[in-house]
């Protein structure tokens, strides 16, 4: 079978949540026999192949509002002249382009992601296109897929539309710390962020909770985000003073894996989206968790993390964890255990198989008959 997999960075994977899943859903899906197309926007890329799949490197218009739209529109076209047997459209926000992709006869699922509209970088007519476009998308005559039984309930519950659970997965892993020195850390030595540096990831929450600590393990945030510099020099502004560490982007995914499993505490403040897969990946390395309290991280943790909805509770998490560094390394083990027993990607790749081999026969569309599923 063809897969196309359309509206995101692409591979290789860096931080975001789509790409991740593609990079792991992709190279199964190869694995089992099939032909996987990847379209990217990565300015200077010159890969062409990337763990099996094939890769289109298109260009996007690199305004905020647009970038991904635009690249979309050009993905949507070239997909439209090269057919797959079925297609996977990621966010929402390209809905406007499902009518184009079903005339041409292409079966599409499309994976809605978490609330996008309620993104803060989505005010006003933003947060209004998004919030139309996921409409948009529970109209069309398209499977789509939630990778959070919150979501998943979120949908069936506004729209009336069933939906395919979908989670992400958690590789389980023992990355070793040799690669620490590089960021002057060492084992069990700092806390640790690993976000976008936008708003509903809580950053500055959890650099100003760690202000209020007093803690004298260092805190390394990881991350960095287009058309956010004002809200990076917000978070930078609560640093002062304290032995908070900017990283800004780790592309060695080596080094990345290292400080999630070396960590005496992982604070995790995103909001907006389902299963987050750096959740996840802190999670598989057995990195103790603090997560935003939110019902997608309970979900996620199942009840092996530590909670904050303010900045004191970010404070009291990391003085607990910095009295006791060996109870936070057992809640790191506790909740490695739980996501290798519950989120794998194996399985969540034979569900994609299972529903783009049915979507390709024409054997599915549960908005058609009416259908109603939450997973």
């Given at each position: 079978?063809?897969?196309?997999?359309?509206?995101?960075?692409?591979?290789?994977?860096?931080?975001?949540?789509?790409?991740?899943?593609?990079?792991?859903?992709?190279?199964?899906?190869?694995?089992?026999?099939h032909s996987v197309r990847?379209?990217?926007?990565?300015?200077?890329?010159?890969?062409?192949?990337?763990?099996?799949?094939?890769?289109?490197?298109?260009?996007?218009?690199?305004?905020?509002?647009?970038?991904?739209?635009?690249?979309?529109?050009?993905?949507?076209?070239?997909?439209?002249?090269?057919?797959?047997?079925?297609?996977?459209?990621?966010?929402?926000?390209?809905?406007?382009?499902?009518?184009?992709?079903?005339?041409?006869?292409?079966?599409?699922?499309?994976?809605?992601d978490g609330l996008e509209?309620?993104?803060?970088?989505?005010?006003?007519?933003?947060?209004?296109?998004?919030?139309?476009?996921?409409?948009?998308?529970?109209?069309?005559?398209?499977?789509?897929?939630?990778?959070?039984?919150?979501?998943?309930?979120?949908?069936?519950?506004?729209?009336?539309?069933?939906?395919?659970?979908?989670?992400?997965?958690?590789?389980?892993?023992?990355?070793?710390?040799?690669?620490?020195?590089?960021?002057?850390?060492?084992?069990?030595?700092?806390?640790?962020?690993?976000?976008?540096?936008?708003?509903?990831?809580?950053?500055?929450?959890?650099?100003?909770?760690?202000?209020?600590?007093?803690?004298?393990?260092?805190?390394?945030?990881?991350?960095?985000?287009?058309?956010?510099?004002?809200?990076?020099?917000?978070?930078?502004?609560?640093?002062?003073?304290?032995?908070?560490?900017?990283?800004?982007?780790?592309?060695?995914?080596?080094?990345?894996?290292?400080?999630?499993?070396?960590?005496?505490?992982?604070?995790?403040?995103?909001?907006?989206?389902?299963?987050?897969?750096?959740?996840?990946?802190?999670?598989?390395?057995?990195?103790?968790?603090?997560?935003?309290?939110?019902?997608?991280?309970?979900?996620?943790?199942?009840?092996?993390?530590?909670f904050f909805a303010s900045?004191?509770?970010?404070?009291?998490?990391?003085?607990?964890?910095?009295?006791?560094?060996?109870?936070?390394?057992?809640?790191?083990?506790?909740?490695?255990?739980?996501?290798?027993?519950?989120?794998?990607?194996?399985?969540?790749?034979?569900?994609?198989?299972?529903?783009?081999?049915?979507?390709?026969?024409?054997?599915?569309?549960?908005?058609?008959?009416?259908?109603?599923?939450?997973?």
């Open positions: 079978m063809r897969i196309a997999m359309i509206g995101t960075r692409g591979v290789p994977a860096r931080y975001g949540g789509f790409e991740t899943a593609i990079e792991e859903i992709g190279q199964r899906l190869v694995g089992m026999g990847v379209y990217c926007r990565n300015p200077g890329q010159e890969e062409i192949a990337h763990k099996g799949m094939d890769l289109v490197n298109l260009p996007a218009y690199r305004k905020s509002a647009l970038e991904t739209l635009s690249h979309t529109a050009l993905s949507v076209a070239h997909c439209m002249r090269h057919k797959p047997d079925a297609a996977v459209l990621f966010n929402a926000g390209n809905a406007p382009l499902i009518p184009a992709l079903r005339a041409r006869g292409i079966p599409t699922a499309v994976h809605v509209w309620k993104r803060a970088k989505w005010q006003g007519a933003g947060a209004a296109y998004y919030k139309r476009a996921e409409a948009l998308c529970a109209r069309s005559r398209v499977e789509l897929i939630a990778d959070a039984q919150g979501i998943a309930d979120y949908l069936l519950d506004e729209y009336g539309r069933s939906s395919h659970l979908l989670a992400y997965g958690a590789e389980i892993l023992d990355p070793g710390a040799d690669k620490l020195p590089e960021l002057g850390v060492e084992r069990g030595g700092y806390h640790l962020v690993v976000a976008r540096m936008e708003p509903e990831n809580h950053v500055h929450l959890i650099v100003d909770g760690y202000r209020r600590s007093g803690s004298t393990t260092p805190l390394i945030v990881v991350g960095s985000a287009p058309y956010q510099d004002d809200y990076i020099s917000f978070v930078e502004s609560l640093a002062r003073d304290t032995d908070v560490r900017f990283a800004g982007s780790v592309w060695d995914q080596d080094l990345l894996n290292q400080l999630y499993a070396n960590a005496r505490s992982y604070l995790h403040g995103h909001s907006v989206g389902g299963t987050n897969p750096s959740l996840l990946r802190a999670l598989g390395c057995a990195a103790p968790v603090t997560a935003f309290d939110v019902n997608f991280n309970r979900e996620v943790t199942a009840g092996h993390a530590r900045a004191e509770d970010v404070a009291d998490a990391i003085r607990e964890d910095d009295a006791d560094p060996r109870g936070a390394e057992k809640r790191g083990l506790e909740g490695q255990s739980h996501v290798a027993r519950a989120y794998r990607w194996d399985d969540v790749a034979r569900g994609y198989e299972n529903l783009l081999l049915q979507m390709a026969a024409g054997r599915w569309n549960a908005a058609e008959v009416g259908e109603v599923r939450a997973g």
